[in-house]
């Protein structure tokens, strides 16, 4: 089953007249988010934001095909930046949503399982003009993980954890009721804001716990338990103002080979190094040594910067720059530079190849 499948009854339908078969869903489900951006109001994209292709579909004649969603508060709390972005709340769906659509698969014992559309953000297809795509991934165009990655880890990991949405630096909205939501695989969590309590939740059937929280600024946490015993944590923290650049890199060592490359996350920080979540800074890169910069990508669909240039402007606090090892052994520095940011440097060790004869310059 391809899309058609994600609608309410087609698979039941199907099941009844060819019961031995098993069904596969080879396009299922197809849900939007962009990374840091967060809506409290379902949105389905034949009515909110419609594809070319859904010209002349009415809603009427639509929400029928869908799992409605309902909406986290009654009133939109979040300003949308650009009709191009959408919620990473599990709460922007084409027909149904990642944990409606978990529960349909364990509920069916026909149903093996689905391939989403899609695991990456890729280049094309736009559903809106002028973008660069749709948001149906849940790794952005850089590789940074949305909020349903971790939504998938807490319904299909065994290793613990936890995790903490939306982010919690919301400038000029203290007193507001936010909607936090915890995905755990544990039995149950405990949120803390600032040290007190907000109660205990344990997970049923809905896949995620929410707290509807008057927004105060400093540390919400979560801990995950199960049989009473702590076995996941995490944290944030309310940002301050940009003021650094921190470098976090998927290697400290390559081989100079001409085909290794690294991976620089770049994090726009405040003074204590907490991410600054729309944070849009202007990076500038440099390298010494034998390395050469091949790319840079900030995940935005609606920035059609250069990625083969040596700059990009960070987009909810991060950017990418990719950085290929040449044939030539030594430390490639890296330098990141931003007006009125502290700036940052990072060397990465380019090794000889056994066996390779190089040309040592004076």
């Keep these: 089953m391809n899309g058609e499948g994600e609608m309410p009854g087609v698979l039941e339908a199907f099941h009844k007249q060819h019961p031995n078969k098993p069904i596969l869903g080879t396009e299922i489900t197809h849900t939007l988010q962009t990374r840091g951006v967060y809506a409290t109001k379902t949105a389905y994209r034949t009515r909110d934001f419609p594809a070319p292709w859904e010209e002349g579909v009415t809603w009427a004649s639509f929400q029928n095909k869908i799992f409605p969603i309902p909406d986290l508060t009654e009133k939109e709390l979040f300003e949308s930046r650009s009709k191009f972005y959408q919620s990473s709340y599990d709460n922007a769906i084409v027909r149904i949503g990642v944990r409606d659509q ?27 003009q002028p973008a660069r795509t749709a948001n149906f991934g849940i790794l952005d165009l850089c590789g940074f993980p949305k909020d349903h ?8 990991s065994n290793k613990p954890m936890i995790h903490i949405l939306p982010h919690w630096t919301h400038t000029g909205k203290n007193g507001v009721i936010i909607p936090v939501v915890v995905y755990t695989n544990a039995e149950a969590a405990e949120l803390f804001l600032n040290g007190r309590s907000l109660g205990k939740k344990v997970m049923g059937s809905d896949k995620q716990l929410v707290w509807l929280v008057p927004y105060q ?3 919400l946490e979560a801990i995950a338990t199960t049989n009473n015993k702590t076995v996941a944590t995490t944290l944030m923290n309310t940002a301050d103002k940009p003021a650094a650049i921190e470098l976090l890199t998927d290697k400290k060592q390559v081989s100079a080979n001409y085909k290794d490359v690294i991976h620089v996350e770049v994090n726009i920080t405040d003074t204590q190094g907490t991410l600054v979540p729309e944070a849009d800074n202007l990076v500038q890169f440099s390298i010494e040594g034998p390395g050469k910069i091949i790319g840079v990508e900030n995940g935005d669909i609606t920035d059609f910067s250069p990625m083969k240039a040596s700059q990009r402007k960070a987009f909810n606090g991060k950017c990418l720059v990719m950085i290929q090892a040449t044939n030539q052994p030594g430390k490639i520095r890296l330098k990141a530079v931003s007006d009125q940011l502290v700036p940052k440097e990072m060397e990465i060790i380019s090794a000889p190849v056994k066996g390779q004869a190089y040309l040592h310059k004076k």
């Design 102 to 128: 978990h529960k349909r698969t364990e509920a069916l014992p026909y149903f093996i399982g689905t391939f989403r559309w899609t695991g990456f953000d890729y280049l094309g297809e736009a559903t809106i």
């Design 149 to 156: 990655y971790y939504l998938y880890q807490s319904l299909w």
């Design 217 to 219: 600024p400093g540390k």
